[in-house]
T-cell receptor, first 117, second 114 residues
Framework: SQQGEEDPQALSIQEGENATMNCSYK?????LQWYRQNSGRGLVHLIL?????REKHSGRLRVTLDTSKKSSSLLITASRAADTASYFC?????????????????FGKGTKLSVKP | DGGITQSPKYLFRKEGQNVTLSCEQN?????MYWYRQDPGQGLRLIYY???????QKGDIAEGYSVSREKKESFPLTVTSAQKNPTAFYLC?????????????FGQGTRLTVV
C-alpha cells in the first residue's frame, strides 16, 4: 500500500508549545491533506495544500509541502489541551497507478499528539 | 459528521454472522467511501463508489460487500468470510471522485466480534 508515513508516531508537549508533525509519501500527488481525529470519533479535515503550493496557513496551523522530497509538515502553534488528538496526512494521487482511481485519499498511520495543561 | 450519519455506533457480531453497517449522507455528494481503522493504524480503504449503482474494491475488500442503490446511502456488509472484523469502520464522502476536494467523515461504527 502506498501510504504516507507520519513522524513522529507520538508527541507529547506542554500547552503553549508548538507541535510539528511530518509526513512522507511515495509518488506524485495532486494535493496533500491533513485531518484530525479525536479519540473514537470520525476524522475532520484541517487543511489542503496543492502540489503547486509550498506553504499554507489556517489560524494556528501552518502546512508546508516539498514535492522534491515528497514530504509535508504540519505545525500547530501555541498548542492547547484541546489540540490533543491524532493527526493524519492523506495524499490525493495524480495518476491512476494507485488503487485504480484518481481522487482516492491514501492515509498514513497518524501522529498522536498529547498537549498537557 | 456534518451531514453523514453512521449507525449503529457500536455493533456486536457473533462468529459466522453477517452484519450491515449503515451510512447515510445529506450532503448531495457523489463519492462515498468505507474505511477500516485498527488500533494505532491509519485508515485502509475497503470499497468506494463514485456514482449510484457503481462501486469499486479498495485495498481490503475481501469479506466485505456494499451496495449503492441511492445517492444518499452506502451500506457496508461485513460477511462471515471476514476473518478478523473487529475494528472501527468509517464512512466518508466527497463532492466528486476527482482530486482536489476534502473528505467528510461520519462518526464511525465500532464492530466487535463476540
Amino acid at each position: 500500500s502506498q501510504q504516507g508515513e507520519e513522524d513522529p508516531q507520538a508527541l507529547s508537549i506542554q500547552e503553549g508549545e508548538n507541535a510539528t508533525m511530518n509526513c512522507s509519501y511515495k509518488t506524485s500527488i495532486n494535493n496533500l491533506q491533513w485531518y484530525r481525529q479525536n479519540s473514537g470519533r470520525g476524522l475532520v479535515h484541517l487543511i489542503l495544500i496543492r502540489s503547486n503550493e509550498r506553504e499554507k496557513h489556517s489560524g494556528r496551523l501552518r502546512v508546508t509541502l516539498d514535492t522534491s522530497k515528497k514530504s509535508s509538515s504540519l505545525l500547530i502553534t501555541a498548542s492547547r489541551a484541546a489540540d490533543t488528538a491524532s493527526y493524519f496526512c492523506a495524499t490525493d494521487y495524480s495518476s491512476f497507478n494507485y488503487g485504480g482511481s484518481q481522487g482516492n485519499l491514501i492515509f498514513g498511520k497518524g501522529t498522536k499528539l498529547s498537549v498537557k495543561p | 459528521d456534518g451531514g453523514i450519519t453512521q449507525s449503529p455506533k457500536y455493533l456486536f457480531r457473533k462468529e459466522g454472522q453477517n452484519v450491515t453497517l449503515s451510512c447515510e449522507q445529506n450532503l448531495n455528494h457523489d463519492a462515498m467511501y468505507w474505511y477500516r481503522q485498527d488500533p494505532g493504524q491509519g485508515l485502509r480503504l475497503i470499497y468506494y463508489s463514485q456514482i449510484v449503482n457503481d462501486f469499486q474494491k479498495g485495498d481490503i475488500a475481501e469479506g466485505y460487500s456494499v451496495s449503492r442503490e441511492k445517492k444518499e446511502s452506502f451500506p457496508l456488509t461485513v460477511t462471515s468470510a471476514q476473518k478478523n472484523p473487529t475494528a472501527f469502520y468509517l464512512c466518508a464522502t466527497k463532492l466528486g471522485q476527482g482530486g482536489g476536494t476534502e473528505a467528510f467523515f461520519g462518526q464511525g461504527t465500532r464492530l466487535t466480534v463476540v
